[in-house]
């Protein structure tokens, strides 16, 4: 159970820097630096883990981490950001779920 958890917020965090990252390159904003990224995606992807309200948190933290620690424009970057961030927790939430029951 503890390892099916530690896979999900591993693989989480993996594929949100990815996407991040795509993003940043797609919308030609400035790059978010590594450090930057895997603390914002580590720390959004174990608040996504919680069950009912985490993504919701996530979804909050991520927004505001991005917006006001790397001071990109709410629009675009941002929302694809959280957009997509939100729903790929959705799913590692629904992924681990499944595991546990």
């Known amino acids: 159970m503890v390892t099916s958890i ?5 693989v989480g965090t993996a ?3 990815g996407w ?3 993003v940043s ?5 400035k790059r978010i630096p590594a450090s930057d990224l895997f603390i914002i995606t580590g720390l959004c992807s174990a608040l996504a883990l ?3 309200a985490g993504w919701i948190l996530a979804i909050i933290f991520m927004a505001l981490l991005t917006s006001r620690v790397e001071q990109l ?3 675009p970057e941002v ?4 957009g997509g961030s939100a729903f790929l927790w959705l799913f590692m ?3 681990v779920m499944s595991i546990l029951s």
């Open 15 to 17: 594929v949100t820097a």
């Open 73 to 75: 424009d709410p629009w």
């Open 6 to 10: 530690a896979i999900a917020f591993v």
């Open 79 to 82: 929302v694809l950001m959280v």
């Open 50 to 52: 919680f069950p009912r």
């Open 20 to 22: 991040l990252r795509l």
């Open 25 to 29: 390159r797609l919308t030609g904003t």
């Open 93 to 95: 939430s629904a992924a």
